[in-house]
């Protein structure tokens, strides 16, 4: 095996840094979205608003049951032929190129949305009542009791699931490689496709896929037992 390919400079380490930083960015961009965008679904599913919790409902089936290569092709080229539409409706003609990143970027965040909003909804409701009524007794109004009793309990029970799904999401950003973004993997397998040395790259990206993933595992260890002895655990 010749390791020097693998150098920086001479050899593909510098693309596969870059292929590294663009999968970093494009799993915590979709994070940070989906994180938000599940955090509201669950206040949603868990308001007096019947009709939007249904909405928010249908989304998340809809989002939890087709393939999220789907769902990256579903916004890259659905938003792509929807902004042509509109131009045409004013005279200009041409193919429009949507950004793959931002489209990645939201397709993952959808998704990633979809499976928080269920983890956020059962961390809502293990919440005990008890930190509730005190604040209620306390003469919190609603909002400030949400905002200093139960997201705060909600977070901490939700912290499990809300990792593990960072882990999913991270395994799935090779998707979007698809529609034309260079991540990690799209690197190492035209890096392998140029040098005919497959299970080199294959292996060095499965290593630092590897490395990612213990190092989210630690970083959630020690969350959970800094959370837990806050709380009395």
């Not at 579903?74 to 429009?96: D, K, N, R, T």
């Not at 930190?131 to 007794?137: G, H, I, K, S, V």
């Not at 991540?183 to 040098?195: E, S, Y």
């Not at 040395?197 to 590897?210: G, H, N, P, R, S």
Request: include cysteine.
């Amino acid at each position: 095996m010749d390791l020097s390919i693998l150098a920086f400079g001479s050899g593909w380490g510098n693309a596969l840094a870059r292929g590294l930083f663009v999968t970093l960015a494009l799993a915590a961009a979709s994070v940070v979205l989906g994180t938000g965008l599940g955090l509201a679904g669950a206040l949603v599913a868990t308001s007096r608003f019947r009709i939007a919790a249904v909405i928010v409902g249908g989304y998340e089936v809809v989002m939890r049951s087709v393939p999220e290569l789907l769902v990256i092709f579903a916004v890259y080229y659905g938003f792509s032929f929807a902004i042509q539409a509109l131009l045409q409706v004013i005279g200009i003609e041409g193919f429009v190129a949507i950004n793959a990143f931002w489209s990645g970027v939201l397709a993952i965040g959808m998704v990633h949305g979809a499976y928080c909003s269920e983890v956020f909804r059962g961390a809502f409701q293990a919440v005990p009542a008890g930190p509730l009524e005190a604040a209620r007794a306390l003469g919190l109004r609603p909002f400030p009791a949400f905002l200093a009793v139960k997201l705060p309990l909600a977070l901490r029970f939700a912290l499990p699931g809300l990792i593990n799904l960072v882990v999913v999401t991270l395994k799935a950003t090779p998707l979007v490689a698809a529609v034309g973004l260079q991540d990690l993997l799209r690197v190492a397998g035209d890096a392998g496709k140029n040098t005919k040395q497959y299970l080199t790259f294959y292996l060095v990206a499965l290593v630092i896929y590897l490395v990612l993933a213990a190092l989210i595992w630690v970083v959630e260890s020690r969350v959970e037992r800094r959370a837990s002895r806050f709380l009395g655990a």
